[in-house]
């Protein structure tokens, strides 16, 4: 019975020390890979993110850390400098492989935090942005068909022209600047759009059920065949807007 108790408290001991390495290994690689991120060369700082990405994949205890680092990483590093002639067509490609790498998701229950970045024309294609915070973020031109959103903070962002066909925006919170963006089949359910502007915005199909549409601009929208059973029109403007409920 002792040589039994022996052998237990050998394999607890080892068991320990391979964990106490493991987690000194992943702390080097993770320290590298941050030091790498604020390297000037762009290759240097693309190999710090896939390393982040693969300490999150590799160790999922540390992925909310991974997700809140990257994300810092797009706010610091997706910035409209002073002066500049307009917003860029797309992000850069360190900050275009950052989104890539958030939106997998690396750690479902952490929200993903990109207030404020300049995030024009980026391809988010089915990106799981649920619960994130977008709040003053520009995403004029910006494809997030097929996105999901839902439960999503896109306040006083810049959402001029973007592609939304078939995203689910359900319980989002959108006063924002929607004009002329493709709503399409969108799931706006429970959402909150008071002081949106989505003037010429195609909402056909779209799902606004119990929606709040307080003080909403509406004007020349397309709503044909969008379901409106429950929403708060009160104080909209949907002068001229197609398939727009008599009020």
């Not at 008071?194 to 909402?203: K, N, P, S, T, V």
């Amino acid at each position: 019975m002792a040589a039994l108790g022996f052998t237990a408290v050998t394999i607890h001991q080892a068991g320990e020390e391979q964990n106490l390495t493991r987690d000194g290994q992943v702390t080097d690689r993770y320290n590298a890979a941050v030091t790498n991120l604020g390297d000037k060369s762009e290759e240097v700082r693309l190999g710090g993110l896939y390393a982040l990405e693969r300490i999150a994949k590799d160790s999922p205890r540390d992925a909310p850390t991974v997700v809140q680092v990257i994300s810092a990483y797009v706010r610091s590093h997706a910035v409209l400098p002073k002066n500049a002639p307009g917003p860029p067509a797309r992000p850069a490609a360190d900050v275009a492989a950052a989104l890539a790498i958030l939106v997998t998701p690396l750690a479902t229950d952490t929200p993903i935090d990109l207030r404020g970045a300049e995030l024009s024309g980026a391809n988010l294609r089915g990106a799981d942005l649920h619960g994130a915070n977008l709040v003053e973020t520009d995403l004029n031109g910006a494809d997030l068909s097929g996105a999901d959103l839902s439960g999503a903070d896109l306040d006083a962002s810049q959402s001029n022209g973007v592609d939304f066909h078939g995203a689910d925006l359900h319980g989002a919170k959108a006063g924002a600047n929607l004009s002329a963006s493709n709503l399409r089949h969108v799931n706006l359910s429970d959402a909150d759009l008071e002081l949106a502007d989505l003037e010429l915005a195609d909402l056909t199909h779209a799902d606004l059920s119990h929606a709040n549409l307080k003080n909403v601009n509406v004007k020349d929208a397309t709503l044909e065949h969008a379901v409106l059973q429950g929403a708060d029109l009160e104080g909209a403007n949907l002068k001229a807007a197609e398939g727009a409920p008599s009020k």
